[in-house]
């Protein structure tokens, strides 16, 4: 199901539902090398290379996800701090 166009915040975004709002998989399709690529990129290496990284991002997910619930925007948007620490200040 295309979600639409949320530009330089994700690109053109699909998911895939199993059944009405149950949710298996997000795809989110950006330029290659633009900005939104090579942050996907930056943010996947640091999460592979750091456990401290990979602890900050779970644990802030988590969090959201017991302070919101079912609020998919507000989790959504609650990430983006974590993740901007991630890419700015890499552990």
């Known amino acids: 199901?295309?979600?639409?166009?949320?530009g330089e915040?994700?690109?053109?975004?699909y998911v895939f539902e199993t059944r009405p709002r149950h949710r298996v998989a997000h795809?989110?399709?950006?330029?290659?090398?633009?900005v939104q690529w090579?942050?996907?990129?930056a943010l996947r290496d640091?999460?592979?290379a750091s456990s401290e990284g990979r602890g900050r991002y779970e644990a802030e997910k988590l969090r959201l996800q017991a302070e919101?619930?079912?609020?998919?925007?507000a989790y959504t948007?609650?990430?983006t701090t974590v993740i901007r620490?991630?890419?700015t200040d890499p552990p």
Do not use: F
């Open 1 to 6: 199901i295309h979600r639409g166009d949320s």
């Open 85 to 87: 620490s991630l890419l």
């Open 46 to 48: 640091t999460l592979r």
């Open 68 to 73: 919101l619930g079912h609020d998919r925007e």
């Open 9 to 13: 915040s994700g690109g053109h975004v």
């Open 27 to 34: 795809l989110h399709v950006v330029d290659h090398d633009g």
């Open 38 to 41: 090579r942050n996907y990129v």
């Open 77 to 79: 948007e609650g990430k």
